[in-house]
């Protein structure tokens, strides 16, 4: 990890404290537990938050081809250096909350799963409401999934918005040596 992405992130958190969910890059555990559920086979990837890109690193190391690859960043500075990091992803500068006012963003094809290094947890509802029903209305084809850590214990996506939206969440692990520890949920509709 280059020395710089800690700066990255704390310029980040200096322009938008709520945008950033922690002042250093995830780590190499919480990368492999995000990205293991992905099969680049069944569809492109949707990132959600990548930061410094330590979710995309793990995504391309697991094969999955970089055009087939969208990365949602809101802040410029870090958008720009991901664009210049991985130069066959498609690097949005957007607020993921605008998901569901956008067609698929691989035309035709939805995403087979999102991965998101969002902080929910620190944003308000009815952004984190946006951004999950976007997913899911606008982006996921049937039978995919979000995969979402948080620092908590609990579900990030909350209840009832799990329940208005026929969704269901399931912890697949923890990353333990990630500072701080995290764990991470699969988000996906019931029976799908």
Same mark, same amino acid.
């Given at each position: 990890?280059?020395?710089n992405d800690n700066l990255h992130l704390l310029r980040a958190w200096l322009r ?27 569809? !492109?990837?949707? &990132? ?10 793990a995504l391309l190391e697991r094969g999955l081809p970089g055009h087939r690859l ?8 870090? /958008? ?9 992803? @498609?690097?949005? @500068?957007?607020? /993921? ?11 035709? &094809? ?8 969002? !902080?929910?947890?620190?944003?308000? +509802?009815?952004?984190?409401? +946006?951004?999950? &029903?976007?997913?899911?209305? @606008? ?16 579900? !990030? ?10 969704? &269901? +969440? ?18 996906? @509709?019931?029976?799908?």
């Amino acid at each position: 990890m280059p020395l710089n992405d800690n700066l990255h992130l704390l310029r980040a958190w200096l322009r938008d404290p709520r945008s950033v969910g922690a002042l250093a890059p995830s780590g190499p555990a919480l990368a492999r537990l995000m990205t293991a559920h992905v099969d680049q086979a069944h569809g !492109p990837v949707i &990132e959600l938050g990548p930061g410094t890109g330590v979710f995309t690193r793990a995504l391309l190391e697991r094969g999955l081809p970089g055009h087939r690859l969208v990365l949602v960043e809101t802040d410029p500075v870090l /958008a720009s250096t991901l664009s210049q990091r991985y130069p066959h992803a @498609r690097v949005l @500068r957007m607020d /993921a909350a605008r998901l569901g006012r956008s067609s698929s963003l691989f035309g035709d &094809e939805r995403a087979s799963a999102v991965i998101s290094g969002l !902080p929910l947890l620190s944003i308000p +509802a009815d952004k984190v409401e +946006a951004i999950v &029903e976007g997913v899911f209305e @606008r982006q996921l084809q049937p039978g995919g999934a979000l995969y979402q850590f948080t620092y908590g214990l609990r579900c !990030p996506v909350p209840r009832a918005l799990r329940q208005r939206l026929g969704l &269901e +969440a399931e912890r697949i692990g923890g990353a333990w040596l990630n500072l701080p520890p995290a764990w991470v949920w699969r988000i996906r @509709r019931r029976n799908g």
